[in-house]
């Protein structure tokens, strides 16, 4: 595995980095992956990061509150699958 693909979330990450960083992913599984990444290790972000990405990627914002945010609906569905 290459190391030119990795990214990493560090002290001096600002919003746009964050964003920036989201987006490189090659696909959106990849993105929400980065996206975890920075909930995690600077939650202080998460809601700036969440209205940036409802105005610049809009299809990518649903898969992810399809995953950390899920309606009731979605909730129902899941169980139902299972």
Known sequence: MSNKNVICSSKDDN?????EKIKSGDNDKK???IYS????TR???TTAVNI????????????IKKTFYPS?????MNKLKN
């Open 52 to 63: 940036s990405l409802q105005i610049e990627e809009p299809e990518l914002w649903k898969k």
């Open 43 to 45: 939650p202080e972000y």
């Open 37 to 40: 990444m920075f909930k995690i």
């Open 15 to 19: 919003l746009e980095s964050i964003i």
């Open 31 to 33: 993105k929400i992956g």
């Open 72 to 76: 009731l609906w979605d909730k129902i």
